[in-house]
């Protein structure tokens, strides 16, 4: 069913909340099965800084917004930017086949949030 590296990121989570004065902020969801993750990101010298999340849903949705957390703190925004859906699956060990669809709304939520920061970013230069 589930890895071990999905079962201890579901059960010890990291970067669980949120960011008050995020840089940018991302929401995905699933009408179909519930689930619904926000992103916040912090941003310095083009890389991510901070990163919190916020997850309504299963155990994998939990346990990709957690891993995806990891997987960029610290990075370039374009670094950011190419963690795809399969990454966050293979960083995990694997999902389920049903529960692929959660990977899917983590590097989503992501995403969203460096385009919100980006968006931010253009309207205060021009």
Sequence with gaps: MYSEKVMEHFSNPRNVGSIPDADGIGVEGNPICGDIMKMYIKVKDNRIE???FQTFGCGAAIATSSIVTEMVKGKTLEEAKIISNKM?????????????HCSNLAADALHRAIEDY????????T
Excluded at 88 to 100: T, Y
């Design 50 to 52: 901070a990163i919190k």
């Design 118 to 125: 980006e968006s931010k970013k253009a309207v205060a230069v």
């Design 88 to 100: 966050v699956a293979e960083a995990l060990g694997g999902l389920p086949l049903n529960k692929m």
